[in-house]
């Protein structure tokens, strides 16, 4: 993950004092867990998810819905406070180590 990270330009998420690791985050009110939650230069959020396989639709899918889910949290969960600022966006990257047909057309 480290070097992932540096590859991207990311660092771990700033998350409050005392509150649970970048790696897997659970937005507040679901049973979902991202693989790693990071912040880019700018400060806006990165969930990675990882996927040993193609992760193809629903690896998308589930990528998008935890971006959702961070965008809709930001304001009300006391970990994500550091990011409330309008001007912060929240992006995924599905990391994968098979460049499959059906990954690349989701």
């Given amino acids: 993950l480290p070097a992932l990270m540096s590859q991207l330009d990311l660092r771990p998420a700033r998350l409050a004092a005392g509150k649970k690791s970048h790696t897997e985050f659970s937005p507040d009110g679901t049973r979902d867990r991202l693989d790693a939650l990071c912040e880019d230069r700018d400060g806006n959020l990165v969930a990675l998810e ?18 959702h889910q961070l965008a ?10 550091h ?7 929240v992006y995924g990257v599905l990391v994968t180590g098979v460049a499959d047909q059906a990954t690349r057309e989701a």
């Fill in 83 to 89: 990011y409330r600022g309008d001007s912060l966006e």
């Fill in 50 to 67: 990882f996927k040993v396989e193609g992760g193809e639709r629903r690896g998308v899918e589930q990528l998008l819905r935890y971006v």
């Fill in 72 to 81: 809709s949290s930001r304001g009300t969960d006391e970990r994500l406070a």
